[in-house]
């Protein structure tokens, strides 16, 4: 993790500050990929955009912190995130999500505290990694009003994979660093430097994001006061003020990565190959109904990376079973599980990069 700078302006104070609370995200360290991978920048890319992503089609279980917990969500804040997830939905995208009433079945364990007063989010399958008991998301001021629905849609967009707009390196924004620090360290926030630098100052990889455009609407925006911003000149005098909506910049990257999910799916026969011919970042699926109980071994066979899932289709709802991820490794992604006569299973195949030969087979035997 990289420590943040001294100041260029040798460290003078300023009389500025920051009127709304943001999202605060804990530092994430890149990828470590093997020599071989980062030689081709185009795969190591491809890789490092791709993995926070979910696979298509899957359900995102979550639940809410409740009774005595230092996390618990109060009602009407619950419904403010419900009802961000449905406005999430509500694009037409494959994902789906569940409420579940336990924190150990869900995947998205939200929490609130206004005593914390941190919103902050893991970001994609990330979140896989944080502890049962502690929330993957968490909101720390009211979500009913129209800032705080704002919070409510942005820390899902880091649930679905987003990373923050305004550390986009296409921004182009040239920072009053100083004046960033001292805004950051006031009431509401009272930021210490290397929180604002993770979160405001530290520009992205062109790796962690998607085409190369800035897009001040979007909800992975902060909202910024005059003063704070040296270029582009114009934030500098108004400050950069987001809708706090989603904006169709938003809608478009969710759609491209989660479109909307075909449940009529080609089957998959045991001993069959199929050559499946993905861009970057395609997905395509499958379903297997085996005539026979037994264990089978799924695997994909190229020179590629890939992300295979397996789900098992329980009265129309994909409950995962198992996954496995190749990517940046030499070798094929591979699953071994005993599937069951007279059951319907869902194989999800998320393609990275198509490598050289940029043909991927998927086989079960
Ligand atoms: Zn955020």
Redesign the pocket.
């Known amino acids: 993790m990289a420590k943040p700078p001294a100041p260029a302006d040798g460290g003078r104070s300023s009389g500025h500050q920051t009127t709304k609370p943001?999202?605060?995200?804990l530092p994430r360290s890149a990828p470590a990929l093997p020599p071989a991978v980062t030689a081709d920048p185009a795969r190591a890319a491809a890789i490092v955009l791709g993995r926070s992503k979910w696979v298509n089609g899957t359900v995102l279980h979550y639940a809410f912190f409740s009774g005595s917990s230092r996390y618990s969500v109060p009602h009407g804040q619950a419904d403010a995130v419900r009802d961000a997830f449905a406005k999430w939905k509500a694009i037409g995208i494959g994902l789906e999500f569940k409420e579940v009433p336990l924190l150990a079945q869900a995947e998205v364990r939200v929490g609130y505290s206004l005593v914390d007063g941190t919103?902050?989010?893991g970001v994609g399958r990330d979140i896989l990694n944080i502890s049962l008991n502690e929330p993957t998301t968490v909101y720390g001021w009211d979500l009913t009003s129209p800032y705080g629905r704002g919070t409510a849609l942005?820390?899902l967009?880091?649930v679905l994979g987003m990373e923050?707009e305004h550390q986009n390196p296409y921004a182009g924004i040239k920072w009053h660093e100083q004046a960033v620090y001292d805004a950051l360290a006031k009431p509401p926030n009272r930021w210490d430097r290397s929180t604002t630098y993770h979160?405001i100052l530290e520009k992205l990889s062109p790796q962690q994001v998607q085409g190369s455009r800035w897009d001040p609407d979007s909800i992975?925006e902060?909202e910024f006061e005059p003063g704070l911003i040296d270029e582009p000149q114009e934030y500098d005098v108004n400050g950069l003020t987001p809708p706090g909506t989603l904006s169709a910049d938003d809608m478009a990257w969710v759609r491209k990565w989660y479109p909307p999910v075909d449940h009529t799916l080609p089957l998959l026969a045991p001993f069959e190959s199929r050559a499946v011919d993905l861009a970057a970042g395609e997905q395509v699926d499958f379903a297997v109904a085996p005539a026979v109980s037994q264990k089978y071994t799924i695997e994909t066979k190229g020179a590629t990376d890939t992300l295979l899932v397996l789900f098992e289709d329980v009265n129309g709802e994909p409950v995962y079973l198992s996954g496995d991820d190749d990517s940046g490794e030499e070798r094929n992604a591979m699953i071994t599980y005993r599937l069951l006569a007279g059951r319907r299973y869902i194989v999800r195949v998320r393609l990275y990069y198509p490598g050289r030969s940029g043909k991927t087979h998927l086989m079960i035997l």
């Open positions: 943001y999202c605060r995200n919103s902050a989010s942005h820390e967009g880091h923050h979160n992975m902060y």
